[in-house]
């Protein structure tokens, strides 16, 4: 249980702080101090945590899997978002790096450098939490049945 919410909620974490190093610099060099990440690793390890613990007082595994499942579809969805903004603005051209002759485009080889490291950690998270994602889109965890609460099979 353990692994299945700290790991997402880290790397998600880990994602939102590329993003803001990447699009939003200014911000970044503000929240850049120690302290705001130690509140955001004890934030972490609480909610890993308190998962952990009610996996263990619910006998029920597939009503504890729903909530687990809407979360790190949440989760993934916050991390292709935070890494496709950062590629989108890697794969841009800045008008700083235009030539003036033939407006032809200047790679940068340090942004294509950071455009693969970019993908090498897209695809892994979509390898790996799109299931998820999936089962939690496509089939409905809870359904009403005759007025009671009953998880599909």
Not at 11 to 16: D, E, G, H
Not at 97 to 122: G, I
Not at 145 to 150: A, E
Request: charged share 10%; with cysteine; aromatic share 8%.
């Amino acid at each position: 249980m353990f692994n299945l919410i700290g790991c997402p909620l880290l790397l998600a974490c880990m994602c939102i702080e590329r993003y803001l190093a990447v699009i939003r610099p200014v911000l970044y060099m503000r929240l850049r101090k120690w302290e705001y990440r130690m509140a955001v690793s004890a934030v972490v390890w609480v909610v890993t945590l308190t998962f952990c613990v009610a996996a263990g007082t619910v006998s029920d595994t597939p009503l504890m899997m729903v909530p687990i499942s809407i979360l790190v579809s949440c989760l993934f969805l916050i991390m292709i978002t935070c890494l496709g903004r950062i590629l989108s603005s890697l794969l841009h051209q800045s008008p700083a790096h235009l030539t003036h002759l033939n407006q032809a485009r200047s790679e940068s080889p340090l942004k294509r450098k950071a455009a693969k490291n970019v993908l090498f950690v897209v695809v892994p998270a979509v390898i790996s939490y799109f299931p998820v994602l999936f089962w939690c889109v496509h089939r409905s965890p809870i359904l009403p049945v005759k007025g009671k609460t009953n998880l599909l099979p």
